[in-house]
């Protein structure tokens, strides 16, 4: 069975940092792209950033230089290293893995970034 469970959200003032984890179970990490989506209220999901196998990470104009994606497979773990935060990056932060016709989504954690 497949879960991916985020955690690390939670309320930070603007100039902080957060880091997100989402722990992966039931797949191999090294043949899905992993990707950080977020959505705030009223809004759709947006990518924030991705990365697949071997290959260059890509990050939304609006986090580059502040965001930082990465994985540790062995233990099957993806990290989003936010620094920098904005009011604007408030939004629940979703982890996805993705491979052809597979797609697997955790439930989210919650990032409020606010005085």
């Known amino acids: 069975q497949v879960q991916l469970v985020e955690s690390g959200g939670g309320l930070v003032r603007p100039g902080g940092s957060l880091r997100l984890s989402c722990v992966i179970s039931?797949?191999?990490?090294?043949?899905?792209?992993l990707s950080w989506y977020r959505q705030a209220p009223g809004e759709q999901r947006e990518l924030v950033a991705s990365?697949?196998?071997?290959?260059?990470?890509y990050y939304q104009d609006s986090v580059k230089g502040r965001f930082t994606i990465s994985k540790d497979e062995r233990l099957n773990t993806m990290y989003l290293q936010m620094n920098s935060l904005k009011p604007e990056d408030t939004a629940v932060y979703y982890c996805?893995?993705?491979?052809?016709?597979?797609?697997?989504w955790g439930r989210g954690t919650q990032v409020t970034v606010s005085d």
């Open positions: 990365v697949a196998g071997g290959g260059s990470p």
């Open positions: 996805q893995a993705k491979h052809f016709g597979l797609n697997y």
């Open positions: 039931g797949l191999q990490l090294s043949i899905y792209t």
